[in-house]
Nanobody
Framework: QVQLVESGGGLVQPGGSLRLSCVASGTYFRIYAVGWYRHAPGKQREFVAGITTTHKTEYGDSVKGRFSVSRDDVENTAYLQMNNLKPEDTAVYYC?????????????WGQGTQVTVSS
């Protein structure tokens, strides 16, 4: 099973950018789809973005046009590039790996990385 560690979060002003990383252990990262999710206090967990093994991507409606997901199978890493950040993007961001993007909602996630968008 793939173990994942998220990083790259921080405090950023509205309109700013961050790039999150999701680093996987093991040698089978390339056979898994990766999903990014976020969880804000008082809100339900939300799907943010996902990428398949063939680099097809999906995005949640609230981030389309602002976020971009990618992966580097040589580095065993998936990325979430977040541009034009808004205060409502504030949340803990998690990544999960599974055979399909849809199945990543049930994957084992890492500890998450906090993203705070505030002036």
């Amino acid at each position: 099973q793939v173990q994942l560690v998220e990083s790259g979060g921080g405090l950023v002003q509205p309109g700013g950018s961050l790039r999150l990383s999701c680093v996987a252990s093991g040698t089978y990262f390339r056979i898994y789809a990766v999903g990014w999710y976020r969880h804000a206090p008082g809100k339900q967990r939300e799907f943010v973005a996902g990428i398949t093994t063939t680099h097809k991507t999906e995005y949640g409606d609230s981030v389309k046009g602002r976020f971009s997901v990618s992966r580097d199978d040589v580095e065993n890493t998936a990325y979430l590039q977040m541009n034009n950040l808004k205060p409502e993007d504030t949340a803990v961001y998690y990544c999960g790996a599974a055979p399909t993007i849809g199945a990543t909602r049930w994957a084992n996630w890492g500890q998450g990385t906090q993203v705070t968008v505030s002036s």
